[in-house]
């Protein structure tokens, strides 16, 4: 079996913890083998770069020098900070030899064998293109709005992955197990991301007006892939509807929770629970029970 | 009354004067043109009119390129295709050009003057010598697929035509391989055609294609595995079309309506064909021979016919009465049955050899139970499958009791639990060796099994059959992990140890599958058997009986019987369509056997045209496909099933079988359901034609005229095409605007067909930017008027135009586009960033920023994108076909001083793929390439062209008229709404009327012949065709009579279709009454018709080019080349123009200097040109062929000449501004003059301003200058190379850098010249400032106020229209425009030519141009003129007017109305007093009749149309029918 270098980040170790259980338990269910790398450590992504942009740069390289020296010849990357940050670094040593050299002395790895960067996105539809039709049971009621936000297609040069002006990754793999998703405007706009720190009340504009857009849409639930994406959505919700007097109460899922749903993945795999808005009634029909935490 | 000159005079010779000895000619007389949009046409045109034969080759099934889809033309507003659509017919009608629709150029060999061209045609399935056009294919046709003209907003017919003008006006069909569906059913049965009938409602003849290859339409309907259904594409959306459902349906149809069968065939052969066993395979096999008129006997051995149909399928699957109906259809066309006849038993195959059968079908079937020989099966209550259900057909006694297991995983198996089931048993189990997956049972059958309570066990093996008493108790099973065939079918199963277990059972039928009974087979039959089945070859199906196939020889003289076999008995128990499959194949080859032909080849299976899963999710995301679940079976509730024989499935209605027909996507196009060729009534359809043939041709040069393809903004996904569906393209919009299209000319927008409020317009979509760096030249006025025709029809609609600059660059735009502004159109100058879809609503969000920096979110209802020109793989492919270089984006490479030559020497090229370039210019270039063709082939001119020859006018006069009248049916397009016959009936009472007919079409060729047939033999001297239009068809009626040796001026054509049956559809009786009108008034006429003649006029050869610039030099050589004689005069003492002040050229390292002296020193050296320079033209006399002109030189002399043609090449002047300290500040220069300063190094260059648009743009010259931008970017990009530190500076209003110009505009930026805008109306100032000048203006894009320090300004000054220009238009009797530039004829099509005949115009005579386009223009003129002076004579239209000296005063009042200037007043003397009369120019004058209807005294008249011929049309007309 394949298996591919898995790198959590610190999102999926704290805040998106339920990405992590549940994609975890989706390639399980899939048979495809992740290897968390034992000694991964920060992908320099957020602040980093602005200190030292070499620094911003050997981080990420020398992360995948690890999995290089382990012998794994792909890495999954689920949050789309790190998965940027990679493939960012990837781009520039690529584009200048210069760089390269320096940066092999810093991080005391060649780097002429480069380790190549998934998204799970990416990976997963590779992985789905040759299987015959998968399960999809219990999610005819859904109508998903995929989210994609700002940071995962782009730049487009760099990550190379999907259309940045229309995403269809997302879209297809669910459809693929049996969800309808939606065709909708701001699939790519901004949510704020880290403007919570200095300007919140943008930050609650911008997520207002996705809200807005995915329920004209017709959307009831959202599907994202970035844990900054679901942080602003999800947690955001409440104060948005307080702020602007509206009721939204829009489930905000993993892409990978919804499809380890339909591969039969239990509820209690799915970290359904770390949710603000409540996917459960949504999902299941009812809140399962406190043996569910 | 108007005619096109041309349009009778192709039919002249262009012989040369008989006696003068023609050299061989070195060359081939014959150009290649590659596309047929304007440029290719004008090519063509100018070509064939002027000696040479011409091949058209066009790649789509009509000419008429992009221009035919455009709704109206900018600036004039005209509609795109009234003035397209003559000069399709005239390309359509010539002689000489011959069009090759669907056509690509695929090979070039050879050199310049002498090329071998291969050409590859696809078949458009339709005989164009018989296709008249009529349409009534298309009524029939039922297959719908996107209509490509209109862009995919609408539809078309498999069978159609490109659009209603079209030229070819045949049709074409549309067809891919076949479909899926077809492909994967055995009996080939054209599963798309049916479906595509039903979907129509024509369900007789949807079961009428079903039968073509499956007979046993209800039999299929119902048991078939539909393979058609796994393989069908829209597997790739949802669901399959339920295809077995739609036959179903077709069958009950058949049943319930019980239309008649088709007749019996008679037996046209004698010899007698056997099929033994009645069967599928039997039956179809017999059926097949009898409708080839096969005498056949059917031997069965039982006593009813459809074998195991009949014998075993439960009635809740195959009701009998059905199974009745499809043999009665299989009998119908006669066959001889003969029941209770077993072979071997009741005859041999020895007594059918004697009985003097030739052939015998063996097709017995496989009627044999097999046994499970596993310990026990002999006891008591077991029993074997086809015993059982031939039990429960019959309705024999069946021992049944308790629980019942059945053993086996089949169909049949199948058929037997369920069977069982409804005989009441409650416990029935089925047992079998596959797992359930692997069950050869249909999925839905389990489903329905499992359902009705039947319990299935899968992965077993049977150990033995336990008993008691000698009955069967149960059967000791065991569970297996695998089971597999191996190659020779020998089957292995893997047990798991340890898992017996016993399956209770009361009764047991063991249904594990059926072998045929060969018992019958004598061993010196010598046919073989092999494993218990008959062996044949498998392509023929034949035995190996002796004699007959021995060693192959399908043609053996052998008298033995031939013995074929097919269905269950060769290949074991099979399918209802494979046994069909093989009775069709049997009856193929008993055929060729007994025709002595040989076997068909197997055909290679071309792959099935597939949808991938890809492409399935793009096509739904366009919209093309829509989700649509299949209508469902209706079936009986549950709780009846179990317990009835009843059918489950209750069956579709009429409703839902059109509905779900409806889903079908057409995979193959055209279903060949062969509608069309029953409609066709020309006969002119044959589907089966090859689907490509090579064509090859010599010729002497090629033309490359493909046009462009317009910009696919899908790949620019931030604008959302394709995806949002109301945004659309620019070409889809002028569909929209096109009273042709799709809305029938409203506005409308895609999703909802709602009237749009708010349209918004994005230029630049494909164009200027990055990879496309260039302007597609169009679009900002096209654009323009999109926003002015769309307020046009849809009052109060709100257009914003978001730009970057706007590029009016020709007479009239600058005034077009401020017209916009006036009439309420936003301009923004902004590239909005994105466009976002308002969920529910489907408006767009617009985003975007305007001037001031604001950022804005406006909300419009339609979104326009002004998407670019562009090459695409298909010019790269012609490209490296036809030999010639591309330049980076993949426009042919072209030079500056040789705009219409490629790399390659002989291959010219035009339009578009030069350069995005405008129509006009489009024109003109194709001219010039047209005649550099000339001028390489001009020792072949008229070698290859074919003359058209008469015989001896008959002479009629004195004769009383005796009229033929034909009247035409127009397929139903006349007769379907007029009473044709009684028209015929009515003409024949009138007077003169000698014969009247009718005919189908009376233009085809066929009818020509006969009308040409009863002129001689009646001896009729007129000729009435009452059909359609004049416009389209009195030239080819006019030349059969002529060819009948009648004058062509004995004919009148009646419209009774455009003017009747076309506009009075629904009122049958008065339409055929208006009919006898018209008919009536046609013949009132044709009687007082005289003979007239075309007026030959001999040409003098030789051309006068007034004015030797670069434009005038290019005609002056052009036409020198081709061997006529030029005068070419000069005002200046040296040749060059203002050209010789240019010593750059832009993005073209030639020097222009040196160029421009190579082509002066030519002229004066060439024998054909006699050049004036210091002269002037003081007068011209005469008109087209025949000018004589005076030329005066500054010294005093004067010359008299004499030409056929005037070619205007007078060029412009160059505007002295007072603005900007010109002429006051030495360091103030023009653009003009600063190439000449720098070459001389007297620039000073370190810091250089450049201010655009003096002179032009103003109030005073509204237009703009057109050159200036490219030529201030081409000075500041030579400063910046010579000097790299110097500053310099454009300030302008908009950069107009169009085409290819546009790349030099990004170069320089990326050199560091800076650009400024000014604002509008106010020009910089310039002023001198400490020994500097100083240059002030606002900033536009910073909205701040900059000064700039320069050593030298430059000013872009305005070309201006020479001002003799008024006196030269005044000597020519030709107009000037507006602005003071001559004015050409049309500005869209004839560019260089004037209204007047025989007289040109090029270069910045006729507006502000570059150089290349001047060049091009030059050469363009010597094109036009060349059809004229290429001839000795040229024929002039008798249809003129006439004055009538007796009556005419000279009052002169149709003077002024005359449009030509035709009429003059002349005085002369009677009786010594001075009288004043009219006199008109015959070669002026057009026949447009003004002059008749303006004389009060009825003294002038026009030819043909003489005020008694008028009268006795209003007589006729006026007339009270009797």
Redo the contacts between chains.
Sequence with gaps: MKRYAYYPGCSLEKMAQEYDVSFRNLCDRLGIGLEEMKDWFCCGAGMVGNISPLLGLAVPLKNLAIAHQRGLAQLVSPCAACYNQFKRAQHEVAADPKLRAELEEIIEYPLEHSVEVLHPLEMLERELDARPQLAHDGVDHLRVACYYGCLLTRPPKVVTFD????P?SMD?LLRRVGIETL????KTACCGAFYAMVNPSKVLELTHAILE?AT???ANAFAVACPVCHLNLDARQPEVNQTYGTNFNLPVFYFSQLMAFTQGVPAEGLGLWRHVVDPQPLLLGAPVGASAR | MWSILNLYCWARLWARPPGEAMAEPSTIGAVLVVGGGVAGMQAALDLADSGFKVYLAEKESSIGGTMAQLDKTFPSNDCAMCILAPRLVSVGRHLNIEILRNTDLVRVDGQPGNFQVELKRRATFIDPTKCTGCGECTQVCPVELPNEFNLGLSSRKAIYKRYPQAVPAQFAISKRERPPCQAACSAGTNVQAYVALTGQGKFAEALAVVREHMPFASVCGRICLHRCEQECNRNQVDEPVAIMHIKRFLAEWDFQHKPSLPPSVEKTHEERVAVIGGGPAGLTCAHDLAKRGYPVTLFESSSKLGGMLRACVPEFRLPEEYLDRDIEYLLSPGIDVLTNMALGKDFTLEELENQGYKAVFLATGAHRSKRLPIPGHELQGISLNIDFLRKARTGEPVDLTGRVLVVGGGNVAMDVARTVRRMGIEHVTMACLESRDKMTAHAWEIQEALDEGIEIINDVTFKQFLGRDGWVTGTEAKRISSMAFDKTGRLTVNEIPGTEFVIPADRVIVAIGQTPDLGYLDPKNQVSVRRGLVEVDTQTLATAHPGVFAGGDVVAEAPHLRIFAGGDVVTGTAFVVDGVAAGHKAAESIECCLRGKPFPEPKPKAEPPRLTRELA?QKL?QGDIKREPRVPMPQQPIAERAISFAETEIGYTQEMAVAEAQRCLNCGLCSECLQCVTACQAHAINHFLPREEFLSYKVGAIILAPGLESFNPES???Y?YN?YPNVVTSLEFERILSPSGPFAGKVRRPSDQAAPQKVAFIQCVGSREVGRNYCSSVCCMYTAKQALIGKEHQPGLDCTVFYIDIRAVSKGFENYIERAKTEGVHYVRCRPS?I?????SRDL?VEYADENGVSHHEVFNMVVLAVGLTPDAGHRDLARIAGVELEEFGFCKTRSFSPTHTSRPGVFVCGPFDQPMDIPDTVAGASAAASNAMSLLMDSRGTLVRPKEYPPERDVSGQEPRVGVFVCHCGTNIAGVVDVEQVVQYARTLPNVAYAERNLYTCSDDTQKRIREKIDELNLNRVVVASCTPRTHEALFRDTIREAGLNQYFFELANIRDQCSWVHMREHEKATEKAKDLVRIAIAKVRLDVPLYTRPLKVTQAALVIGGGPAGMTTALELADQGFKVYLVEKHKELGGHARDQRYLLWDEEDPHLRLSQMMARIHSHPNIQLFLNSQVTAVLGSIGNFKSTIAIQDGQQFEVGHGVVIVATGAERYQPTECLYGQDPRVVRNYDVEQLMAAGKLKTDSVVLIQCVGSRTPERSYCSRNCCAESIKIALRIREENPVSQVYVLYRDIRTYGLREHSYRKARELGVRFIRYPDWQLPEVTPHNGRLHVTTEDQLTRTRIELEADTVVLAAATVPNPGNKELGQLLKVPLGEEGFFLEAHRKLRPVDFASDGVFLCGTAHSPMGLREALAQGGGAAARAATILSRDVIDLEPTISHVVHDNCDGCAYCVDPCPFKAITVVEYQVDGATKKRVQVNESICKGCGTCQATCPKNAIFVWHFRPEQLLAEIHAALEVRA
Excluded: L
């Design positions: 259309n940045c002006e229309d269809q297809r065709d909708w405007p701001q857009g004209q849409a017709g | 999710e995301r620019k996904p931030e959302g995806r994105a976002r879809e308002v969920p529910g969000i």
